[in-house]
């Protein structure tokens, strides 16, 4: 039976350590411990999911200079699961809503789809994060601006006169995403506190293409394109989350990497 974690002194999260001493802090971070421990679904498979998706974004982050610790916005934005949408139509690793994606240079359209490209949009979304901060320089804030949006968190810096959203008035939903995202790290460091334990076996593993072959041209048919690259159409779109559709028209000739399995 998973117990509930007792809320710890401090978390240290992007460089910053963040206490908890202040009673409604206290309580924000203990209500989101508590919704880690008993979503016994999402927590044991973010868990064995972990692994598998980190090991792409992490060297991402790191080459664009961000903290490591932006990976587990990832975690609390899909529960890492690549092919998540949400209510409002987000979508992906990183639940971009399509003109966000498109603003922050991927291609969104019936037959392509780059916000499930975990690569792509783990760029996409260190763009966003590293302007962010150069408005704000804190990650917290940064955090939730990606939730609310810039516009949204800039106003109330400037109505309230704070500097930090850990010190805004934020809509519930923000307001709690800050805190699931400091839970979140200190859940994947910690599981045996949420009285999870996740064997190295159990976890799932980030499999390398076999190869990787470069397109600039139209793909007919994705099951022809698969089966002349000794794959099968569903497994070459599992590869590929990207490629919504069964062909590739590419009326423009852009050059497409797509994974073989």
Same mark, same amino acid.
């Given at each position: 039976?998973?117990? @509930? ?31 880690? @421990? ?113 516009? &949204? ?5 400037? *109505? ?25 790290? !200190? ?16 976890? !799932? ?8 072959? *470069? ?14 690259? &000794? ?17 590739? *028209? ?12």
């Amino acid at each position: 039976m998973a117990q @509930t974690p007792r809320v710890p002194e401090s978390i240290r999260f992007a460089g910053k350590t963040y206490r908890f001493d202040r009673p409604d802090q206290y309580e924000r971070m203990d209500r989101e411990l508590i919704a880690f @421990t008993y979503a016994h679904t999402n927590s044991i498979l973010m868990l064995r999911r972990a692994n598998r998706m980190f090991s792409q974004v992490v060297p991402i982050l790191k080459k664009n200079g961000l903290p490591e610790d932006l990976k587990y916005l990832m975690a609390i934005e899909c529960n890492l699961d690549p092919t998540s949408v949400s209510v409002a139509g987000a979508r992906g690793p990183w639940q971009f809503m399509k003109a966000a994606a498109r603003e922050n240079g991927l291609e969104v359209n019936d037959e392509v789809d780059e916000r499930y490209h975990i690569a792509k949009a783990t760029e996409a979304a260190c763009k966003y994060l590293k302007a962010a901060y150069a408005k704000y320089g804190d990650w917290i804030t940064v955090a939730a601006s990606y939730n609310a949006g810039q516009g &949204g968190i800039s106003q109330r810096i400037d *109505t309230q006169r704070q500097k930090h959203a850990m010190d805004l008035a934020l809509p519930a939903e923000t307001s709690r995403y800050i805190f699931r995202l400091l839970t979140a790290k !200190y859940f994947f460091e910690h599981p045996e506190e949420f009285g999870f334990h996740v064997s190295p076996e159990q976890c !799932y593993p980030y499999v390398a293409p076999r190869e990787t072959v *470069t397109v600039t041209g139209p793909i007919p048919s994705l099951t022809d394109f698969a089966e002349e690259h &000794g794959t099968t159409y569903f497994l070459l779109k599992e590869a590929n989350l990207w490629l919504r559709g069964d062909k590739l *028209t590419n009326k423009a000739g852009k050059t497409y990497k797509i994974a073989i399995p």
